[in-house]
């Protein structure tokens, strides 16, 4: 009888032991799942121009399932991005691609626009250091700003091609 009773107790110790480890595997999985998937978008928005990588993670998310399937032939884990993107005719479909290419189509999309730096230089030929356009159209340095070398050499370029410059008080 005494060993019965300790065979139950057992039982109910191993039991709980592994559900213990049954509940710290599916953690580390889900770290696992998470981090990668985080890692392969990062990766793919760091070769665009984007103001907050973190925010554009979160709404790339947001917008799309992120997952990661286990490739058949080689068991090695990927991330796969499904997203309604248009299509030739402009229905929206749901493509399953993988990070780079869902984050290039994503960006390339109007709606996501805000999400990427402008990569204009100055237009009109405006200085890009210190000069202001002046009302007839010549670019005005003041001379204050003509101590800075690298003022001095823009304007002195601007003078070698023929631009109009003037040093204002």
Same mark, same amino acid.
């Given at each position: 009888?005494?060993?019965?009773? $300790? #065979?139950?107790? &057992?039982?109910?110790?191993?039991?709980?032991?592994?559900?213990?480890?049954? =509940?710290? *595997?599916?953690?580390?999985?889900?770290?696992?799942?998470?981090?990668?998937?985080?890692?392969?978008?990062?990766?793919?928005?760091?070769?665009?121009?984007?103001?907050?990588?973190?925010?554009?993670?979160?709404?790339?998310?947001?917008?799309?399932?992120?997952?990661?399937?286990?490739?058949?032939?080689?068991?090695?884990?990927?991330?796969?991005?499904? $997203? #309604?993107?248009? &299509?030739?005719?402009?229905?929206?479909?749901?493509?399953?691609?993988?990070? =780079?290419? *869902?984050?290039?189509?994503?960006?390339?999309?109007?709606?996501?626009?805000?999400?990427?730096?402008?990569?204009?230089t100055p237009g009109s030929g405006t200085s890009q250091t210190g000069g202001s356009k002046g009302a007839d159209g010549?670019?005005?340095?003041t001379r204050a700003a003509m101590a800075d070398s690298k003022i001095r050499k823009e304007y002195n370029e601007k003078?070698?091609?023929?631009?109009?410059?003037?040093?204002?008080?």
């Amino acid at each position: 009888m005494f060993q019965r009773t $300790l #065979s139950i107790l &057992d039982k109910k110790k191993w039991q709980t032991d592994l559900d213990t480890e049954k =509940q710290r *595997a599916d953690q580390g999985w889900t770290k696992f799942f998470e981090t990668k998937q985080q890692n392969d978008i990062m990766k793919a928005l760091g070769k665009h121009n984007v103001y907050n990588a973190a925010q554009a993670m979160n709404i790339l998310k947001s917008d799309g399932e992120v997952k990661v399937v286990q490739d058949e032939e080689t068991k090695q884990y990927k991330t796969v991005i499904a $997203l #309604s993107l248009p &299509d030739e005719s402009g229905n929206l479909v749901v493509q399953e691609l993988d990070p =780079q290419t *869902a984050v290039d189509k994503y960006l390339a999309l109007p709606s996501s626009a805000n999400l990427l730096k402008d990569n204009l230089t100055p237009g009109s030929g405006t200085s890009q250091t210190g000069g202001s356009k002046g009302a007839d159209g010549t670019i005005e340095y003041t001379r204050a700003a003509m101590a800075d070398s690298k003022i001095r050499k823009e304007y002195n370029e601007k003078l070698a091609k023929g631009e109009k410059v003037k040093i204002v008080p």
